[in-house]
């Protein structure tokens, strides 16, 4: 017994010195203020090295037209919509201008410019100052596309349902600041020039542009509202209310964000318990700072409003998302360049400025509201975890070289010795997750349960450093901390943001009610359970009118559906006369086949189903149909392989896939790897990697002959 507790106390000991020498690693590390280093190459390092540099408020103009085009590029000077323009229509190459600073500090780039007609694709440049790529961002800036809905009053089937319409884009001219589309920059991108000479270059990545001109700058900061609101005393109170429906935007930045149907609240507008509206906007898909909705409005008399969100944000738990808001282009006060939403199950209404709530000045006549996902002051955080990150992937990978991905949990290897400054980096980062724990939770009020995985990790590292024999046998939970913090990470970084109305109300009038009282929802829910006894959820859309009326099963969601059927009706019955009832069914076709109750037509099947069903002689071969030939001529070849037998073919691709192989760029330098163009040259890497306890993966993992087919093989 004294033995048991003498072994007990030993324990005891033993992880209470772990405890203070991992408190003591990181209180070190925080007490004698380190400086945190970003990734190498980064903008947060780019940024962080020229922070001393200053904004000036001069303007550097560059002529698109004067730009030089490298040899065997393809650019032209042309008249676009009213403006002279380079016409860079080609999508290669590189264009590169020469301008003069006169003033040395840091300046946004804006460009001027006029997104041609191409595939549809958001346009891509590479940036180099004086020939040099300045940050690694700077490799894939993007411009954006306008689009708006094809239709201003939604189209319906004969159920009551509305048609999501299609996008079409909006060729106009363009004036936008390049920025971080992944969050981790507030604002625009500031490049540090010099005074002197320099070169600006751009080179193509994708889709073709007009530009008229770029600009190096610097915005005047927005007033605070204190400020604004002192230099607008002498306007009175607005005139009436003014209600915008969400899903009616003016304009949009992807075709991600079309109008969307919730029939969760009655007071969402418009609602139906039954029928499927289109009656809100946003969602998971608006969630990025490339992704912008416009709306516009008529204003009736001068005035003084202020402005109120119905929305939902059930997307972010426990965290804010916030949004820019300009009104004309224009951001009128600070506080609206970072409006928070907060999370809630259900949906809320807020007024900007909260009990003492913002009150905007609006003239008489059109005007614009903007809004915009920005992650605010959390993009400097995101910054600094993404660079944690890269060091402790950086860390994982120098790991497994030593002791392979499954160490031998009974070998030391001196770990601490084998990788020179280990424990002192564990400490180091350890330090700087807690510390963007607590400026989460400063910045929000509170950290949410996905932060917490900030803390885990920094309390492991404080645990390795402390125990370093322990890691091999860890290993596997460290790498899945890791995995944890970017998956965190990146869904910080996605603002989404449902909603349903925005109202401008007089200065301190009345806000329209927007809850529903208690016997409003049980109405509405009683209504919506009587109809779904009576509505058909498999059916899509009208059914098939006309002498020919074939029937077709979709093996997909019902948003695809939706889509096929708005082109079927749009399109393919007024051309053929052919009527299509088609029909949500994801299973049960060899039955309905076999009680010859199945489809005409059946579609989204996996590629070996087709040959499936030929050998059972289910369906037709495909060669005798009017525009066959035509249309299998558009496929790569060797595409309809999986799907010819006997010498018919069966079936058509729904798709085409094509692997692409990603490899570690650092990895890859460190080893003094080439990339791999061929099979035999591949297996030759792999040898190598796998000498360094690395591994390479392949889509094939397991396949029978059907996913073989399925698959492409």
Not at 274 to 286: D, F, H, P, V
Not at 313 to 339: H, K, W
Request: hydrophobic share 40%.
């Amino acid at each position: 017994m004294r033995n048991k507790c003498c072994c007990l106390q030993k324990i005891l000991c033993a992880m209470m010195t772990a405890f203070l020498l991992a408190a003591s690693l990181t209180a070190f590390a925080q007490e004698n203020g380190y400086t945190f280093t970003y990734r190498s190459g980064s903008y947060a390092a780019y940024d962080q090295q020229h922070a001393t540099m200053p904004f000036p408020m001069t303007e550097i103009r560059l002529d698109g037209p004067a730009g030089e085009a490298a040899d065997g590029v393809r650019c032209s000077v042309q008249q676009i919509d009213g403006g002279e323009a380079l016409v860079w229509d080609d999508q290669k190459g590189s264009v590169t201008w020469s301008f003069n600073v006169a003033e040395a500090g840091r300046y946004a780039l804006a460009i001027d410019y006029y997104a041609l007609p191409g595939v549809g694709n958001i346009p891509e440049y590479e940036l180099c100052i004086d020939g040099e790529v300045p940050f690694i961002e700077a490799q894939q800036l993007q411009l954006t596309r306008l689009y708006q809905d094809a239709v201003t009053v939604f189209a319906q089937d004969n159920m009551g349902n509305d048609f999501r319409p299609s996008q079409e884009e909006v060729y106009t001219w363009q004036t936008s600041d390049l920025y971080d589309v992944n969050g981790y920059v507030n604002g625009s991108y500031l490049f540090a020039l010099e005074a002197g000479e320099h070169t600006l270059t751009l080179t193509a990545i994708r889709e073709p542009v007009a530009i008229a001109s770029l600009c190096f700058h610097n915005a005047q900061e927005a007033p605070t509202y204190a400020d604004y609101s002192a230099a607008h005393t002498d306007m009175a109170q607005g005139a009436d209310t003014i209600t915008i429906e969400a899903e009616h935007a003016l304009n949009k930045t992807s075709t991600q964000l079309y109008p969307i149907s919730d029939r969760s609240d009655p007071m969402t507008s418009p609602s139906d318990p039954i029928a499927k509206k289109l009656n809100t906007i946003g969602g998971e898909n608006w969630a990025t700072a490339d992704q912008s909705i416009t709306w516009e409005f008529e204003v009736p008399a001068d005035g003084m409003y202020n402005l109120t969100f119905r929305f939902r944000q059930n997307f972010l738990r426990g965290m804010l998302v916030y949004r820019n808001i300009q009104i004309d282009g224009e951001t009128p006060f600070r506080e609206m360049a970072q409006v928070e939403f907060p999370y809630g199950v259900s949906w809320q209404t807020t007024t900007l400025g909260g009990d003492e709530p913002y009150a905007v000045c609006l003239t008489k006549g059109t005007h614009t509201l903007t809004m915009t996902p920005t992650t605010g002051d959390l993009a400097v955080l995101m910054a600094r975890v993404d660079s944690v990150v890269n060091d402790l992937n950086t860390m994982y990978r120098r790991i497994i070289m030593v002791t392979s991905a499954t160490p031998d949990l009974y070998r030391d290897y001196f770990l601490e010795e084998s990788i020179p400054g280990l424990i002192d980096n564990m400490a180091m980062l350890a330090a700087e997750l807690r510390s963007v724990e607590q400026q989460v939770q400063t910045l929000t009020g509170y950290t949410g349960t996905e932060a917490a995985s900030l803390v885990r990790l920094a309390e492991q590292l404080e645990s390795f450093a402390a125990r370093p024999g322990t890691i091999p046998s860890r290993l596997s939970t460290f790498r899945d901390n890791i995995v944890t913090i970017s998956t965190w990470m990146q869904t910080i970084c996605k603002q989404s943001l449902q909603l349903d109305v925005i109202y401008f109300t007089p200065a301190g009038g009345e806000i329209p009610r927007t809850a529903s009282n208690l016997w409003e929802n049980f109405t509405y829910q009683a209504e919506a359970l009587v109809g779904s006894f009576t509505t058909d959820y498999e059916t899509v859309g009208n059914a098939g009118e006309g002498d020919t009326v074939i029937d077709v099963w979709i093996a997909s969601g019902r948003d695809q559906a939706e889509v096929i059927k708005e082109l079927i009706d749009s399109r393919f019955t007024p051309e053929t006369g052919i009527g299509v009832n088609l029909s949500i069914v994801q299973s049960g076709l060899m039955q309905a086949v076999m009680a010859d109750a199945g489809p005409d037509v059946t579609i989204m099947l996996g590629r070996g189903d087709p040959v499936n069903y030929a050998l059972r002689g289910a369906v037709l071969p495909l060669e005798g149909f009017e525009g066959f030939d035509e249309l299998v001529s558009e496929y790569m070849p060797g595409a309809l392989e999986p799907l010819t037998w006997n010498g018919h073919v069966w079936g058509l691709p729904n798709s085409q896939n094509f692997y692409v192989m990603f490899y570690r760029t650092d990895v890859f330098e460190e080893l003094g790897l080439r990339v791999p163009t061929t099979w035999d040259e591949l297996l030759l890497v792999a040898e190598t990697l796998q000498r360094n306890n690395m591994n390479i993966g392949l889509p094939y993992v397991s396949l029978d002959a059907y996913q073989s087919v399925s698959t492409g093989i």
